[in-house]
C-alpha cells in the first residue's frame, strides 16, 4: 500500500496507472530509441559533446562542439543543479522567437523520471501522488516541479559565442551554434525523437 492524502492507495491501482500512462507516453514505455512515427531521430552525445542526425541507424548528418549543462550531466535532474537530463525524450515545441534564436522544447521530465526520484527519495510519496494527478489532469509533467522543466535543444541567440566554444555554460539544455540550430531543423519537427545519453 502506498499512502496519498493521508489514506492508503493499493499498489495494484498504481500499476494499473502506470500501465495506463505507458500507453498515454511513449517516453515512458518505448525502450527503442527510433521513434515507429519518425524515422530520423537525433543523438546527443554529451561524453564527445557531439549531435548526431539519424535515420533508423544511419548517420545523416553531425554536429560537433555543442555545449550541455554546467553541472554536467544527470538521470534525474534537478531544479537548480544545472545538469543535462540523460533520457529519451520527443520534441514537443519549435520556438522560432526564443532568445536563443530557436528553441525546441523537449518532453522532460518524464514518468520514468519522476519514479527513479521517488525511489531516490528526491521526491515524496505524497508529491509523487500529486504529481501523477497532474499527469492524469494535463498528460504532461509539469515544468516547475522540483525536477524542474523547460529543456531543450536551442541555438545561442543573445549568448557569448566564445563561451560556448570553450565551456558548458547552459543550465541543463543542449547549445548549438544558431547556424547548426538552424539546420538542425532541416531534419527534425514536433514528435522527432531525441535521446540524450
Known amino acids: 500500500m502506498a499512502v496519498r492524502y493521508g489514506f492508503p492507495v493499493p499498489l495494484s491501482a498504481l500499476r494499473t496507472v502506470f500501465a495506463w500512462l505507458a500507453l498515454l507516453l511513449p517516453s515512458a514505455a518505448m525502450p527503442n530509441p527510433v521513434h515507429a512515427v519518425s524515422p530520423t531521430w537525433v543523438l546527443i552525445d554529451t561524453t564527445h559533446e557531439v ?14 562542439n555543442i555545449s550541455i549543462g554546467r553541472g554536467g550531466v544527470s538521470r534525474v535532474h534537478i531544479e537548480g543543479d544545472d545538469t543535462t537530463p540523460l533520457g529519451r525524450y520527443h520534441i514537443t515545441r519549435v ?19 519522476l519514479d527513479e526520484a521517488n525511489r531516490r527519495g528526491i521526491v ?7 504529481l501523477l494527478d497532474y499527469v492524469l489532469a494535463h498528460g ?7 525536477l524542474g522543466g523547460h529543456i531543450g535543444l536551442h541555438g545561442l541567440g543573445e549568448a557569448d559565442p566564445a563561451i560556448h566554444a570553450r565551456l558548458n555554460w547552459t543550465g541543463g539544455c543542449v547549445a548549438f551554434t544558431d547556424r547548426q540550430i538552424d539546420r538542425l531543423l532541416t531534419y527534425v519537427h514536433v514528435g522527432t525523437t531525441v535521446v540524450i545519453r
Not at 515524496?124 to 500529486?130: L, M
Open 51 to 64: 549531435a548526431r542526425v539519424m535515420r533508423g541507424d544511419n548517420e545523416v548528418d553531425e554536429f560537433r
Open 95 to 113: 520556438d522560432r522567437d526564443s532568445r536563443f534564436h530557436v528553441f525546441l522544447g523537449l518532453d522532460y521530465p518524464t514518468i520514468r523520471q
Open 124 to 130: 515524496s510519496t505524497n508529491r509523487y501522488g500529486h
Open 140 to 146: 504532461r509533467l509539469p515544468q516547475d516541479s522540483i
